[in-house]
């Protein structure tokens, strides 16, 4: 079934630790983005890809990186986490058309103690 | 840059009235405007969204109306149940961009 996939859905580490976050998805988009939202509140872009090899940061500062290796395939990375990274993380994908309608994926909740 | 409000934060209603949503954007040249439903612990949803080309289009209980004139568009829902409740989100995005600017939200909840 075409789908956004995250892994981990929830995770808990310690300061300093350095994380990946997995997005895969297997609807054939070219698009892909990285939101963070606090629980309940707005969503903000962090990063997006408009195809393999194209990365691009979004209108929130972010210190993550992202890659785009493989088109099905975005993941964002955190060198060394910080207390003030903890917030759910939401990865999205969209094709190329008229309206770039963005469907997101389960998301994945970090804490950073 | 674009900025998207939304109101009201949070909406109460009633089972079987109506609810509705409204939001504002600044940027003239946004042509396409998302409405996504998130339940509680689950993913945005899209749930209905509307082109600059058009003023109004409904999905069963559901309608969005646009007013470019007025940079404004909104989300009403009719005969409102409980499983209406979730946070509701709006969204704009320019013409010719990849970006989608959302606006914070409207916490609604339907008792029966």
């Known amino acids: 079934e075409a789908d956004i996939y995250q892994t981990p859905r929830y995770l808990v580490i310690g300061t300093g630790k350095k994380i990946t976050l997995e997005c895969s998805q297997t609807?054939?988009?070219?698009?892909m983005y990285w939101y963070q939202q606090d629980p309940g509140m707005e969503l903000h872009l962090i990063h997006y890809s408009y195809g393999v090899n194209s990365t691009e940061k979004g209108d929130l500062s972010s210190e993550s990186t992202v890659s785009r290796i493989r088109t099905e395939h975005f993941p964002l990375t955190l060198e060394s986490a910080r207390p003030s990274h903890t917030s759910q993380y939401l990865c999205a994908s969209s094709e190329y058309s008229s309206t770039d309608t963005q469907y997101f994926g389960p998301g994945t909740r970090l804490t950073v103690l | 840059g674009e900025n998207v409000e939304q109101h009201p934060s949070t909406l109460s209603v009633q089972e079987g009235d109506s609810a509705v949503i409204k939001c504002t954007y600044s940027?003239?040249?946004?042509?396409?405007f998302p409405w996504y439903k998130q339940e509680l612990g689950k993913r945005p949803q899209l749930i209905i969204d509307i082109r600059s080309n058009v003023g109004e289009k409904k999905d069963q209980r559901i309608a969005v109306t646009l007013n470019k004139t007025a940079k404004h568009f909104s989300l009403h829902i009719t005969e409102t149940q409980p499983e209406d409740s979730a946070v509701y989100f709006c969204?704009?995005?320019?013409?010719?961009?990849?970006?989608?600017?959302f606006g914070t939200g409207t916490r609604l909840q339907v008792f029966p």
């Open positions: 940027d003239s040249a946004s042509n396409y």
């Open positions: 969204a704009a995005r320019r013409k010719n961009t990849d970006k989608l600017i």
């Open positions: 609807m054939g988009h070219d698009k």
